[in-house]
């Protein structure tokens, strides 16, 4: 079983950054690609972006593209988000899962663990 445990949510204003941090359990983390999700209220929930297990072959949402970045430290089993030009589009629940396959996709349906979730708000 992997468990993931996000961290770094809170509330920043528009234009500012915040970096989400997801550390997972588990000896094959390497193995996994690493997806980020986000759900704001009333919402389904949607792709944000995944980087591969190896290499470290990213990919994003067109809606935050050049905005957002996924990064992995396999050495410390950690995966990070760091969203830089914050919009109030961007409010959301934000969630990181782990697929046990090293190709990303952009479904929820493919990723087998999911974390509790941190709250990213962005006031205007």
């Known amino acids: 079983q992997v468990q993931l445990v996000e961290s770094g949510g809170g509330l920043v204003q528009a234009g500012g950054s915040l970096r989400l941090s997801c550390a997972t359990s588990?000896?094959?983390?390497?193995?996994?690609?690493m997806g980020w999700f986000r759900q704001a209220p009333g919402k389904e929930r949607e792709f944000v972006g995944a980087i591969r297990g190896s290499p470290f072959i990213t990919y994003y949402a067109d809606s935050v593209k050049g905005r957002f970045t996924i990064s992995r430290d396999n050495a410390k089993n950690t995966v990070y988000l760091q969203m830089n030009s914050l919009k109030p589009d961007d409010t959301a629940v934000y969630y990181c899962a782990a697929r046990e396959r090293p190709y990303y996709s952009t479904k929820v349906y493919d990723y087998d663990y999911w974390g509790q979730g941190t709250q990213v708000t962005v006031s205007s």
């Open positions: 588990g000896r094959t983390f390497s193995r996994y690609a």
